[in-house]
T-cell receptor, first 112, second 112 residues
Framework: GQQLNQSPQSMFIQEGEDVSMNCTSSSIFNTWLWYKQDPGEGPVLLIALYKAGELTSNGRLTAQFGITRKDSFLNISASIPSDVGIYFCAGRRGGATNKLIFGTGTLLAVQP | DGGITQSPKYLFRKEGQNVTLSCEQNLNHDAMYWYRQDPGQGLRLIYYSQIVNDFQKGDIAEGYSVSREKKESFPLTVTSAQKNPTAFYLC???????????FGAGTRLSVL
């Protein structure tokens, strides 16, 4: 099955730094979602995007739905130790099913 | 509290044995999904169901079976035909008309 190209694969940063990650696809999506997964837990929704060009914030997190509808970006400002985890993007094409296609994930490590 | 409950948290399978993973939701969602997650990889769809008594294969359905007799429940059976069952299994649910999927805490399956 298809998976989205997500980069970077991993990031090791100092507390207080800003973080950027992105997801790209060869197909157009109607919805982009960003999830965070803590070790041994299920993914938790961070941000949902529904329109091309949309820019949405959730606290220190900001995500954008790319104009081409084939990509999305997530930024985390002023990182803190609890930001550690794996971040996944997911895209939905729409239509009869709600199937999501997931990115391969970005592992974020934050050093205090 | 509304949510998705997966049980057990940890499960061990002997060779040749079938095991069943439980997924229950009280969110009144129509659609439910099962994913497999391997280390360092994204989520791969095993099966999904959009309504009671109906389900479809995902990308990696071989060696797995499901049932959807009740709206709240979507159990996954890992059969002996699945030769590499060791993985983290995630259940999710969603409103049929919406793309956002909400996840349970997962079940980690290992082979003895």
């Amino acid at each position: 099955g298809q998976q989205l190209n997500q980069s970077p694969q991993s990031m090791f940063i100092q507390e207080g730094e800003d973080v950027s990650m992105n997801c790209t696809s060869s197909s157009i999506f109607n919805t982009w979602l960003w999830y965070k997964q803590d070790p041994g837990e299920g993914p938790v929704l961070l941000i949902a995007l529904y329109k091309a060009g949309e820019l949405t914030s959730n606290g220190r997190l900001t995500a954008q739905f790319g104009i081409t509808r084939k990509d999305s970006f997530l930024n985390i400002s002023a990182s803190i130790p609890s930001d550690v985890g794996i971040y996944f993007c997911a895209g939905r094409r729409g239509g009869a099913t709600n199937k999501l296609i997931f990115g391969t994930g970005t592992l974020l490590a934050v050093q205090p | 509290d509304g949510g998705i409950t997966q049980s057990p948290k940890y499960l061990f399978r002997k060779e040749g044995q079938n095991v069943t993973l439980s997924c229950e939701q009280n969110l009144n969602h129509d659609a439910m999904y099962w994913y497999r997650q391997d280390p360092g990889q994204g989520l791969r769809l095993i099966y999904y169901s959009q309504i009671v008594n109906d389900f479809q294969k995902g990308d990696i359905a071989e060696g797995y079976s499901v049932s959807r007799e009740k709206k709240e429940s979507f159990p996954l059976t890992v059969t002996s035909a699945q030769k590499n069952p060791t993985a983290f299994y995630l259940c999710a649910s969603s409103i049929r008309s919406e793309g956002i999927q909400y996840f349970g805490a997962g079940t980690r399956l290992s082979v003895l």
